[in-house]
């Protein structure tokens, strides 16, 4: 069984071509710049990498023409028509209170997404647009939507509300979603695995630390708390994102430097984090690090704040679940960074979580799959490096979604 996993940004279209029995990435890549003078095509294979500067991608369903055309292409492509496409899994950001489980798309739940928008003004209108570009291409192949917020739904109402008047919550739905879902959710399960471990004995935290990243208590199998909230924006320190701070802060920059609610949302969104901090010098982890180990003053404040944010959440999440089994690292800082993890897990001795020097400065190479244990053989609480693959769980959900429909 064929699967096509789309994720359609503002700007982009990234896509992978899965065969579910195997589970084999047949191809793999992203169409960017759309709309802009000229967008740029990225294709892999396991034979071949391609990369192209198509004309005319103005839209979403241009830019999933350019991926069918180079997928049934008669020299480069995997298949030999698209009629090979049983079915279409969307990363969709946000499903909002009502979609708490990945979904077949019909009319029900693509006016749900609609009105989801004003919770995700930046990614639900390109998800959606993904969606209906699909259903003019294959219009027979079903979709199924795997949503990011959807995983946190088990969050109890007490972790959810904000201590606000009640009325914001009754007309906005004003409250914690959570983000990264499908991250949280496959890594915490491959620990499971790893563990040779039932999920639903285990108390694992996750933290998925990308460009965007958060923390989640995973316990048995359920998400119970995480960092992100009503935004991306909470919890950890990121890129360019501030993470946790006094809320009174946007009211103190809009009375002392006039800014308007944009403003603030671009400080507080774009300007920020490790961009923030370094007065727009670094964003990316890896030339933090760099300086790091010249002994930079800097880059050391930078990364030190960032690894104490990640433990802080991890004494929180404890405290949530009672206890901890393991901690698992993903995303590009997470699955890459030896300093980053030595940094908040050293100082977790107290909690029976001994970290392996050794384990942990193994290079886990990234796109392979490669995955491991980085605490002591014994340690009480065990730490780990898993890859996420958001892409393959979409896979898993939409083929399962589709054969229990056909079973009806
Ligand atoms: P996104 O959230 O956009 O999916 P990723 O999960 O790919 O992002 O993570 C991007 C982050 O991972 C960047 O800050 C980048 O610096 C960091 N990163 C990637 N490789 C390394 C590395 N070898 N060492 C440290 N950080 C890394």
Not at 25 to 38: C, D, F, N, S, W
Request: charge should be negative; include cysteine.
């Amino acid at each position: 069984m064929n699967i096509l996993v789309l994720n359609c940004g503002s700007s982009s279209v990234k896509f992978q071509l899965l065969d579910m029995t195997t589970e084999r990435v047949l191809a793999k890549g992203i169409v960017e710049r759309i709309g802009a003078v000229q967008a740029r095509f990225k294709y892999e294979t396991e034979e071949k990498r391609i990369e192209k500067e198509p004309p005319d991608v103005h839209d979403h369903a241009e830019a999933i023409g350019v991926i069918l055309d180079q997928l049934t292409d008669a020299q480069e492509g995997v298949l030999g028509s698209v009629e090979e496409i049983e079915a279409v899994g969307h990363r969709v950001v946000h499903g909002g209170e009502h979609l708490s489980e990945s979904m077949l798309i019909d009319d029900r739940v693509h006016k749900v997404l609609e009105e989801c928008i004003p919770l995700a003004p930046l990614h639900n209108p390109a998800n959606i647009s993904g969606i209906d570009a699909t259903s003019r291409a294959l219009p027979h192949v079903p979709q199924v939507g795997v949503f990011d917020t959807a995983f946190h739904q088990t969050i109890p109402r007490m972790a959810f509300l904000y201590a606000l008047p009640a009325w914001l919550y009754e007309k906005y739905r004003l409250r914690r979603y959570g983000f990264h879902g499908t991250s949280h959710r496959y890594v915490s399960q491959r620990c499971a695995e790893l563990l040779g471990a039932p999920i639903g004995e285990l108390k694992i935290i996750t933290c998925h630390l990308g460009n965007g990243a958060s923390v989640t208590a995973v316990n048995g199998g359920k998400s119970e708390d995480t960092s992100m909230g009503f935004t991306p924006l909470s919890g950890l320190m990121m890129g360019s994102r501030c993470g946790d701070i006094d809320p009174a802060i946007p009211v103190f920059l809009m009375k002392n430097e006039g800014f308007s609610p944009g403003r603030v949302d671009n400080l507080l969104n774009r300007r920020s984090g490790i961009k923030g901090l370094s007065s727009d010098k670094y964003i990316d982890m890896r030339d933090v690090e760099e300086q790091y180990f010249k002994n930079d003053p800097l880059c050391t404040e930078i990364i030190e704040m960032y690894a104490y944010r990640v433990r802080k959440y991890i004494g929180a999440y404890t405290a949530v679940m009672s206890g901890v089994d393991a901690v698992v690292f993903t995303g590009g800082i997470g699955e890459n960074s030896s300093v980053v993890r030595g940094l908040v897990c050293s100082p977790l001795g107290y909690l029976g979580l001994e970290l392996g020097r050794k384990l942990n400065s193994y290079a886990f190479k990234p796109g392979s799959g490669d995955e491991g244990m980085i605490t002591k053989e014994g340690s009480k609480v065990s730490a780990w490096v898993i890859p996420t693959n958001e892409e393959l769980l979409i896979a898993r959900d939409t083929k399962d979604i589709v054969l229990a429909v056909a079973a009806r």
